[in-house]
């Protein structure tokens, strides 16, 4: 059994920082992708930012700049920092892996969710 589990949201003022982190745990042989989702209320879930093993990155144009994904192998762990936040990204954000379980079965995985909300 393998599970994504998400700590870091909150709520913050315009123009501040969160780092939301996510753990992988469970009988893992090997994580590929990991990235960040997030959902705002009414709309569809929406790719954030992405990183593959090797530590390439790939970010959704309204984050390019502010926000910065990164992973640790060792750990199983990603981070998302997230600066300059506005109002619009209140979202509920989702950590996201495709992992190998150690029966050597591809799945991808979904974190619980945490919120993150921005006053303005």
């Known amino acids: 059994q393998v599970q994504l589990v998400e700590s870091g949201g909150g709520l913050v003022q315009a123009g501040g920082s969160l780092n939301l982190s996510c753990a992988a745990s469970?009988?893992?042989?090997?994580?590929?992708?990991m990235g960040w989702y997030r959902q705002a209320p009414g709309k569809q879930r929406e790719l954030v930012a992405l990183i593959l093993s090797g530590g390439s990155t790939n970010y959704d144009d309204s984050v390019q700049g502010r926000f910065t994904i990164s992973r640790d192998n060792a750990k199983n762990t990603v981070d998302l920092q997230m600066n300059t936040l506005g109002p619009e990204d209140t979202a509920v954000y989702y950590c996201?892996?495709?992992?190998?379980?150690?029966?050597?079965?591809?799945?991808?995985?979904w974190g619980q969710g945490t919120q993150v909300t921005v006053s303005s």
């Open positions: 996201n892996a495709n992992i190998w379980d150690r029966t050597l079965n591809r799945r991808n995985y």
């Open positions: 469970g009988s893992i042989f090997e994580i590929n992708d």
